[in-house]
Antibody, heavy 120, light 106 residues
Framework: QVQLVESGGGVVQPGRSLRLSCTASGFTFSDYGMHWVRQAPGKGLEWVAVMSYDGNHKYYADSVKGRFTISRDNSRNTLYLQMRSLRAEDTAIYYCAKDVTYSRDAFDIWGQGTMVTVSS | SYELTQPPSVSVSPGQTVSISCSGDKLADKFVSWYQQRPGQPPVLVIYQDTKRPSGIPERFSGSNSGNTATLTISGTQAVDETDYYC?????????FGGGTKLIVL
């Protein structure tokens, strides 16, 4: 079945780095845009970044621009989020989500999420 | 930056019809999506491109978008529909979510 599985979360000190991964199965990964969306504890949803199906276009939320990098390996059906200079306000569940199109539209498939806690 | 505004909560009696609003400047110029999120679970897409329902979503969920307001309507509301709902749209290359609405089924 169609599935997204995130990994790589954990507890990290402020200023440090972490890389998240999202492995896809059950659909042609290379045909769709892919996103990262996060949700701080008890808060709403916040979009983080998107990468187009071919990796040629990527866009970021202002809150992470210059610190986070989205990438994908279509041969491995995997999406990544490299997070640097982490701050306490980056603490959240990070979800990987599939777009309904090759680029930017709605998010029709979501992973279960991976928790990132930034704390000293 | 672009903002989407939702009411924090909306109440409805079982079996009745309820509407959840999402307001933004010239929102009708954009496609709006709606997500349902139960506690401890990832969001589920219930409406996209203003009015389309993904497969598996009950027909009682419908959407509209006009002027500055998009609306998610649930007909024949059931107790199982009591949870959080988020609207979302794209402002150029940035995705924006509304703050979320808690639907209370009394």
């Amino acid at each position: 079945q169609v599935q997204l599985v995130e990994s790589g979360g954990g507890v990290v000190q402020p200023g440090r780095s972490l890389r998240l991964s999202c492995t896809a199965s059950g659909f042609t990964f290379s045909d769709y845009g892919m996103h990262w969306v996060r949700q701080a504890p008890g808060k709403g949803l916040e979009w983080v970044a998107v990468m187009s199906y071919d990796g040629n276009h990527k866009y970021y939320a202002d809150s992470v621009k210059g610190r986070f990098t989205i990438s994908r390996d279509n041969s491995r059906n995997t999406l990544y989020l490299q997070m640097r200079s982490l701050r306490a306000e980056d603490t959240a569940i990070y979800y990987c989500a599939k777009d309904v199109t090759y680029s930017r539209d709605a998010f029709d498939i979501w992973g279960q999420g991976t928790m990132v806690t930034v704390s000293s | 930056s672009y903002e989407l505004t939702q009411p924090p909560s909306v109440s409805v009696s079982p079996g009745q019809t309820v509407s959840i609003s999402c307001s933004g400047d010239k929102l009708a110029d954009k496609f709006v999506s709606w997500y349902q999120q139960r506690p401890g679970q990832p969001p589920v897409l219930v409406i996209y491109q203003d009015t389309k329902r993904p497969s598996g979503i009950p027909e009682r969920f419908s959407g509209s978008n006009s002027g500055n307001t998009a609306t998610l309507t649930i007909s024949g509301t059931q107790a199982v529909d009591e949870t959080d709902y988020y609207c979302q749209a794209w402002d150029s290359t940035t995705a924006v979510f509304g703050g979320g609405t808690k639907l209370i089924v009394l």
